[in-house]
């Protein structure tokens, strides 16, 4: 079975989170959606908390499993799900050469990472602004 693994923090779902789920799913068998810790956001404001988020995307259709990402190092995460793809969305700023080369360290086998571009109207921090 092909596993992916798509990650970010999923505040206010919009058109733009569900366009990179079903693109992610297309990519393997089972999608695992990591959805970071309230931690990592002590520089902004998140409206739902993480447990909220998390089930907010468990619940919808195409993603096979959402979980809550590590507290300390990132990149355990990686180890523990040992996806065969990962997908990034449009704005999340990592390198792809930079996550390829983490989770084949992490993993021990040749991982995917593909950026899933389109939907870049929708955003959760335009949104925000939007109704500030």
Do not use: C, W
């Amino acid at each position: 079975m092909k596993t992916v693994m798509a990650q970010g923090t999923f505040d206010i779902l919009h058109p733009g989170h569900l366009h990179y789920f079903e693109e992610s799913k297309k990519l393997g068998d089972e999608l695992v959606v990591v959805i970071s810790r309230d931690s990592r956001h002590e520089d902004r404001k998140i409206f739902l908390d993480e447990n909220d988020r998390q089930k907010m995307v468990q619940a919808l259709e195409t993603v096979d499993k959402a979980v809550l990402g590590t507290e300390g190092d990132i990149y355990e995460t990686v180890e523990k799900i040992d996806p065969d793809v990962i997908t990034l969305g449009y704005d999340q700023n990592h390198s792809k050469d930079e996550v390829k080369k983490m989770a084949e360290e992490a993993t021990g086998h040749k991982v995917t990472v593909k950026r899933i571009e389109g939907l870049e109207d929708f955003s959760s921090s335009k949104i925000k602004d939007f109704h500030s």
